[in-house]
């Protein structure tokens, strides 16, 4: 992609290609879009760019490298370091948009998708608003809704409950007893900014082993080593992952933390990235962070464990994910999305029944998001071209 934007040419395209959005995702699409004339319209629901990445707490870097999560056009600026800061990721999606000179709507939320039949459609969105469009990107987030698993007696808790995204930073919990739930990424990020912030004691559930790899060994990043494997066969990756785990980690089995019976990349097929070490390793060891078994319920003050145990924190942050949460958008439209809810074409690929709609952004790759949603751009600003010409022919 040219570095220097080009203004589209307007004049042969009516309606504009909408892009849902205004993440890293949505900002790399339309910019990709318009380096190749094509007028495109990021409608963002919050009052600016990055929405997400303003709200993830203080204390999150990208584990993936600065180099490896640039989009497409404007690489991130040295100063940023290796490891950006989650302030940095949003000054950098603030200039993102300008760069591009890309057009963007905030505080408008679509809320639903609706085919024109003949490859154009039809944006509901809140206010009364109808847009039309020549194509749809949708790019709202992987990590759209939070998910707080319904635990029997949860809402009977007198302690403070709370998910993970709306988890900042460690200070109200200070000389409080913590209980995190779950061990991907934020829950083991979040359990050890908790035991390095002052609280009395932490106490992570786990209800599946997790893989745990260092962030880089020896200045080689986890990330390149996940992009190098991405192709090879799973048991394959899954053998070579254990003997490098075997060399690269140490065993936590002596402190709750086991090492996983399924394979690293069976793992990843089934949704659930490595945990990228930066800092729970040395919390485990040194007792600061106490793995314990998965919650099952809640009974007054107690949370009841898998393993029979019942315990009493002052508060729980549920690092338990999130949902795509796409039905509104587009769980009417035939055959878009699977059993799961998620999206059955990915990228340049469209749903067969219902052309001009793309999406980025929804699966969870080994090799970063950042990267994969960045190549996912030109592919689909490469795919629109060809639809609007099919269209226009
Ligand atoms: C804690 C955390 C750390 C991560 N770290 C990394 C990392 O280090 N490296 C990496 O490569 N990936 C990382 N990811 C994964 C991924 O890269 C980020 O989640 C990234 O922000 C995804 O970009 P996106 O544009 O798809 O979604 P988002 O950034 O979530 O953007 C979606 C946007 O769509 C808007 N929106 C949603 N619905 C609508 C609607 N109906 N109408 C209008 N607007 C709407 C939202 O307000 C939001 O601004 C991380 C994810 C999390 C949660």
Redesign the pocket.
């Known amino acids: 992609m040219p570095g220097v934007p080009t203004p589209p040419d307007m004049t042969t395209q009516p309606r504009p290609v909408y892009v ?7 900002l790399a699409a339309a910019a990709a879009l318009r380096a190749r004339g094509v007028r495109a319209v990021v ?4 009052d600016d ?5 303003r709200r ?1 707490y203080d204390r ?5 490298t600065r180099r490896l ?1 640039a989009l497409p056009g404007l690489p991130m600026p040295r100063r940023f370091g290796r490891w950006v800061a989650r302030a940095d990721v949003v000054r950098y999606l603030e200039r993102y948009a300008e760069f591009h000179e890309l057009e963007i709507v905030t505080g ?4 639903r998708l609706e085919s024109d039949g003949n490859g154009g459609w039809t944006l509901h ?1 809140t206010g009364g608003r109808v847009l039309t469009a020549a194509a749809v990107v949708v ?6 809704t939070p998910e707080l698993p319904d635990w029997p007696g949860r809402d009977a808790y007198p302690g403070r409950l709370l998910h993970a995204a709306d988890y900042r930073d460690p200070a109200p919990y200070a000389g409080l007893d913590v209980l995190v739930v779950g061990v991907g ?2 829950g083991a990020e979040i359990a050890v900014d908790l035991a390095e912030g002052g609280a009395a004691r932490v106490r992570l559930a786990v209800r599946t082993a997790p893989h745990i790899v260092r962030r880089s060994t020896a200045g080689w990043p986890a990330q390149r080593t996940g992009i190098l494997v991405r192709r090879l066969p799973v048991r394959l990756v899954d053998r070579l992952g254990a003997l490098v785990a075997k060399v690269a980690a140490p065993d936590l089995s002596a402190y709750g933390l086991p090492r996983p019976a399924t394979g690293l990349y069976s793992r990843v097929r089934e949704g659930a990235i490595p945990v990228q070490d930066v800092g729970l390793i040395d919390a485990v060891r040194a007792g600061r962070v106490e793995p314990v078994a998965a919650v099952e319920g809640f009974e007054g003050p107690e949370v009841l464990l898998a393993d029979g145990s019942r315990i009493t924190p002052d508060a729980v942050v549920a690092a338990t994910g ?1 949902r795509r949460a796409l039905e509104g ?1 587009a769980g009417g439209l035939e055959g878009v999305l699977d059993e799961r809810g998620e999206p059955r074409a990915h990228g340049a690929r469209t749903p067969a029944q219902a052309p001009g709609l793309y999406f ?2 929804f699966t969870n790759p080994i090799s ?4 994969e ?1 960045a190549r996912d751009a030109e592919k689909i600003a490469r795919a629109v071209q060809r639809h609007l010409r099919t269209a226009r022919s």
């Open positions: 849902i959005g205004g993440g890293p995702g949505g409608v963002e629901k919050s760019v990055g929405a997400s990445w993830h999150l870097r990208l584990h993936t999560s408008v939320e679509v809320t969105a790019a709202t987030g992987y990590n759209h990424n934020t999130y958008l980025t952004g970063g998001m950042f990267r949603m």
